[in-house]
């Protein structure tokens, strides 16, 4: 993680242990700790399985390319 970059994804204690349980973890220290990530990084992954697995039987790389970009600004709320 470089400086001032947000985590990829942070964890809440689903339980109260600390004093403030807004301090978010960037490791998962117990199975009942809430997950988070961050919205850019999820789309960039689901993105990337997308680019790498989708077939283009019959259609050239400028359709998969705008279906990409589509994807990525409707998961934005675009």
Known sequence: MKANEAPE???FSGQQ??????????QKC??????????????????????????CDGYTSQTKAKFIKSFKNYMKGE
């Open 17 to 26: 242990q600390w004093s403030n349980p807004f301090i978010g973890l960037m």
């Open 9 to 11: 994804k942070i964890y």
């Open 30 to 55: 117990a199975d009942t700790d809430i997950e988070y990530t961050r919205t850019d990084a999820f789309i960039e992954k689901a993105v990337d399985y997308i680019a790498n697995n989708m077939r």
